[in-house]
């Protein structure tokens, strides 16, 4: 059983930038594709940005396109998203998301098997 744990959110100010961790434990990462979700007070869960099982491929929202880096270390079974220029508008839990083995990524909730708890990122000066 593939069991993931996010760390790195917190409160940053506007402009500001944090790097969040999704470490993988029970499975390797090697052939999961791995999402990035947020779910905003009030809305519904929304597809930031995956990467394919390789890391060759990756997508973004467009509302993080050119802010927000994903990128996966398989030798730590862990994957990363760096967000940087933060707006208050990224406030959020932020979720990650597996599903495999498979080779790419989607930007559905529904095409991902296993989640994490989620980490709280708010972003208020």
């Known amino acids: 059983q593939l069991q993931l744990v996010e760390s790195g959110g917190g409160l940053v100010q506007p402009g500001g930038s944090l790097r969040l961790s999704c470490a993988a434990s029970?499975?390797?990462?090697?052939?999961?594709?791995i999402g990035w979700f947020r779910q905003a007070p009030g809305k519904e869960r929304e597809g930031v940005s995956c990467t394919s099982s390789s890391g060759l491929a990756t997508k973004y929202a467009d509302s993080v396109k050119g802010r927000f880096t994903i990128s996966r270390d398989n030798a730590k079974n862990t994957v990363y998203l760096q967000m940087n220029s933060l707006k208050p508008e990224d406030t959020a839990v932020y979720y990650c998301a597996a599903v495999g083995p498979v080779r790419s990524c989607g930007a559905r909730r529904s095409d991902y098997t296993y989640w994490g708890q989620g980490t709280q990122v708010t972003v208020s000066s």
């Open positions: 029970g499975l390797t990462l090697d052939y999961y594709a």
